[in-house]
């Protein structure tokens, strides 16, 4: 058996994730929304957030400005402006874990996701980071992800993928991609698999090296 964890990164759009989140509960998926802070502040973004807490989704925090990846961003405040900021907008929506998900640059796992101040704020603030696997890259190649997608499900066993709740044309073809998973038999879950989470309700978990950088 092939598993699949969905997760949708840069949201909420007030545009997008509604059909999102309409595609899901027709096939009863329950997901994770990484959400960007300055997106969620909006009223009509964070109404969406809430519906997708109401339905039962995890909301995640996806930093608040997504601009730069936080392990090239020199201060000691990194943590404080990107990460706690945009949990006091997440508020009451958030997972009890206090899940959080690095920016990437493109989906890359590398030391550019973190910096020794970020780790110690997840790690004394109990804060969950959860990674990836899979990156289809649905926002270059709108069509040509869920092929890329497949692919990438089946050449493991557990997938936690990342996608994208924005106005590429990419979310119009997520019917189609969960059709896909369906005819291979993957399965689809909440959960991540666990060497994808190297930091677990602040516990370090399993090595963070690769995705430290060495920036005060």
């Known amino acids: 058996m092939r598993y699949l964890t969905l997760s949708f990164d840069n949201g909420p759009d007030p545009d997008v994730t509604p059909r999102v989140l309409d595609v899901l509960a027709e096939r009863g998926i329950l997901t994770t929304f990484f959400v960007i802070g300055e997106k969620l502040a909006e009223p ?3 109404r969406v957030a809430e519906r997708a807490f109401a ?3 995890w909301i995640g925090n996806h ?3 997504h601009s730069v ?3 090239l961003k020199s201060g000691q405040d990194v943590a404080q402006e990107e990460i706690q900021r945009t949990q006091e907008v997440v508020g009451e929506l958030s997972h009890p874990e206090r899940l959080f ?3 990437g640059g493109g989906g890359a796992l590398n030391e550019c996701l973190l910096k020794p101040s970020v780790i110690d704020y997840l790690v004394s603030g109990a804060y969950t980071c959860v990674l990836w696997n899979a990156v289809p890259r649905d926002w270059d190649d709108p069509v040509g992800w869920i092929s890329r997608g497949i692919e990438q499900c089946l050449a493991q066993d557990w997938t936690l993928m990342v996608i994208h709740d924005l106005p590429t044309g ?4 997520l019917e189609g991609f969960l059709k896909r998973t369906e005819v291979e038999g993957i399965r689809i879950r909440q959960d991540f698999p666990p060497d994808c989470v190297p930091i677990k309700s602040g516990r370090i978990v ?3 090296a690769p995705y430290v950088s060495n920036l005060v």
Do not use: I, K, N
């Open 44 to 46: 009509s973004r964070r």
């Open 55 to 57: 339905e039962g989704h």
């Open 63 to 65: 930093t608040y400005s």
């Open 69 to 71: 990846p936080l392990g």
């Open 101 to 103: 998900r690095p920016f």
């Open 170 to 173: 990419a979310m119009d073809h």
């Open 206 to 208: 399993c090595s963070l």
